[in-house]
């Protein structure tokens, strides 16, 4: 795969569907991750009135003050080949996000238990913002 990067602003005009009227901005936090059945990013409240729910799915959004988890256990069964389920994702705030610099962010549980950038390979634990569109970015470091 191929790693972007780009000496233009890239902004983000977030495109979020809700689901079953529910509001994707009622909490402070989400979870973002890739629902490989909707071909979307799905986004899950972790406070607020509908804590613990998928809110929206989007096929564009940001987050600001990102940490990345993966369960490792879960990231293990699937590398040694059983079925796939959710087990990673990015939690951050909701928001209109511009990065100077996007670099490619990736994950993949055959290969590697974390995420990183595409371009060089470098863990990528927290980041000030990731831009989710047909792939995930962060500004490049």
Not at 15 to 39: E, F, M, S, T, W
Not at 95 to 110: K, M
Not at 121 to 141: E, I, K, Q, S
Request: hydrophobic share 45%; glycine share 6%.
């Amino acid at each position: 795969m191929t790693a972007q990067a780009s000496q233009e602003p890239t902004m983000t005009a977030n495109i979020i569907h809700p689901v079953q009227g529910r509001d994707p901005h009622a909490g402070r936090r989400v979870a973002v991750y890739r629902n490989l059945h909707k071909g979307a990013w799905s986004i899950k409240a972790l406070d607020g009135p509908h804590k613990g729910t998928v809110v929206a799915h989007a096929q564009v959004v940001g987050l600001l003050d990102c940490a990345m988890h993966v369960r490792i256990a879960a990231q293990q069964r699937i590398a040694a080949g059983a079925a796939r389920e959710v087990h990673a994702w990015i939690v951050g705030r909701l928001s209109e996000v511009t990065l100077d610099q996007p670099t490619r962010l990736v994950y993949r549980p055959h290969e590697r238990p974390e995420f990183y950038l595409a371009i060089t390979g470098r863990p990528v634990h927290t980041a000030a913002a990731v831009l989710f569109t047909d792939h995930a970015y962060v500004n490049a470091a």
